[in-house]
């Protein structure tokens, strides 16, 4: 078995050598054949990218030939980019640059016929049709606010009548009727016409001619009888009364007006008020009478409304006698003690303290920091003031010259205060945002350090009223109308003494120095003037301690009388320096024309010296434009 096994593997052995030689060469053969299919394909690829990039023929035949199938189309990341950058590729950069179109070719435009010819008729020379000028084009450079020099309004106007020249007569007084002993007169525009009235968007103040202002139109600011800080006949409703002093004033019909004629702008000032008829004391049996009228006190801007109680509007701050409550935007508060009201009888005293007007300017200009602020001083070192402008002009009024200006109106946002709209609070957030001294709308922004106190019978009542409005431009401003500037101030910006009266009420205002009851700070102020020597080290020179001279004192409202007086001087004269400079002041000429068209007497006018300055004046310098008005006696 052994031997028989191992013949068979021996014979087994040799019938595989055949087989595996066999099998041998057809590997060799799918080996060679492979080899071809590859050179193939190998040859088929080049064919192809010789068919692409004719310069790849060369690499190819070159080297070795790739080991992959290449790519018809190459990968280029660059094609894929995006043109702008976004959220998810802030950083693209790409390596191709597209290429810029080309730009348009720029026509030129042609103008119409009536556009050349309407361009052609401005310029003198040119023919009908034709284009003027590109240097005509040009527009002029704007003048800045910074460059341009602020001065009134000029007119020009003719020459006064020699009655001009006569002081201003008082108004013309009927009786009406008396309050006790008190003759009350009637000034009615609509029986006597003795004088005008201040009217929506206008404003009058007397005025005088004096031939000492010839580049003024021979015109300045006077005033009238009688004399002395009274209420102002011109600044009230024409349907008030008032007796011969112009202090006491009433009135038949509903809630009218009437102002002061002065005001405050800084400081501490304080008046008195008594009330002459109102609401009366009870009887001793405790029962009420009838009231014989009522009456409002206050202070009130000059956008005040005459023709309401005082604390109307946003312009007035009001007392009512019903209560003792206080008014503002016509919303009553509780302020005296129950039971306590305002009779006949009573006298109320009222102070106000504003701060300096270098604060003032601070607020409406949006410099004020309350936590650089924190003190009011009198004045800043080297603070400017603006300059003072009132645009005027002089009319003729029956017997009466009047200087006609343009009053201050009230602002839309302080409207919009008294009466809040529920739909402009719920989408405006301005509008719902309370004044203060940064409010974003300058018409409501107040002042720091300013209140009004009150007083009853010389007896201190609080201080109602704090955070006071301000007043000077662009807080205020004129009525939009031709001619009215807007951001100037007249200098009789302020609040001034206000009393209402209703159905028979009857007030008597008193501005000092002489009150009934003067206020305490008043009495010691008196006590430490006489009590301070010359020799004492603690006085100025000026009977006043030094322990007061920085502090603000306490004034009586009347020594703005006098102070607005020397005011209104000084104003006058730099208008009338400001119109001569504009006509060429200084000049030879200009001295000569002077001299020989001033009048020289009061009451008497040369013809042609008037027409001679008119001559003047209509060559006036381009700082100041001049218009022409022709007047007519009414």
Known sequence: MAGGSRKNLIADRQNVGPTCSEGIGRLSRLAEKAEQDKEEIEAAAQHSLEMADPSASSTASTGSGPSVVPLKRTHDDDLHAPAVSSPLNPDVTTSRS???????????????????????????GDARGATPELSSNRRKPKVTSDDAVLSPTRYKLPPPKPMDYEAPKAPVLIPHHKIGDIQIYETSEQRVQAHVYNRKGFRYTHCIADPAFPSSNYHRQ????????????????????????????TTEKGYRMARANVGVREGKWYWECKIISG?????????????????RIGWARREASLDGPVGFDAYGYGLRDIGGQIVHMSRPKDFFPPGEDIKEGDIIGLEINLPSLSLHRKVVEGYYNKAVDVADNLESPGAAAPDIIRDRVPIRYKAHLYFEQ???????????????????????NI??????????????????????????NGQFMG??????????????????????????????LGYFPAVSVFRGGAAEVNFGPDFWYPPPEMVKEDDVDMAAGAGS??????????EKEEEKELQPVGNRYNEQIAEDIVYDLIDEVDFWLQDGGGSMETQLVLTESTPTVPGTADPEASETDTTALAGAHAAGEIKEIVQEDE
């Open 98 to 124: 597209r290429k810029a179109p080309a730009p348009r070719e720029q026509r030129e435009k042609k103008e119409s016929l009536k556009k050349r010819e309407s361009k052609a008729s401005s310029v003198a």
């Open 222 to 249: 006077s005033e009238t009888e009688p004399y002395g800080p009274r209420i102002n006949l011109e600044d009230s409703s024409s349907l008030m009364l008032f007796d011969e002093s112009g202090k006491i004033t």
């Open 279 to 295: 609401v009366k004391p009870r009887l001793p049996n405790g029962d009420e009478q009838e009231p014989g009228g009522h009456v």
């Open 406 to 428: 343009f009053e201050y109106h009230s602002t839309k946002e302080l409207e919009d205060l008294m009466n809040p709209s529920p739909v402009l609070s719920s989408t405006n």
């Open 431 to 456: 509008s719902t945002e309370q004044p203060n001294p940064n409010h974003p709308v300058v018409s409501m922004r107040t002042l720091p350090f300013s209140c009004i106190k009150v007083y009853k």
């Open 463 to 492: 201080t109602p009223f704090t955070d006071l409005l301000a007043f000077l431009p662009p807080a205020s401003k004129p009525q939009p109308q031709v001619g009215a500037r807007e951001g100037l101030d007249d200098g009789m």
């Open 537 to 546: 080290a603690d006085f100025d020179g000026k009977g006043k301690g030094k």
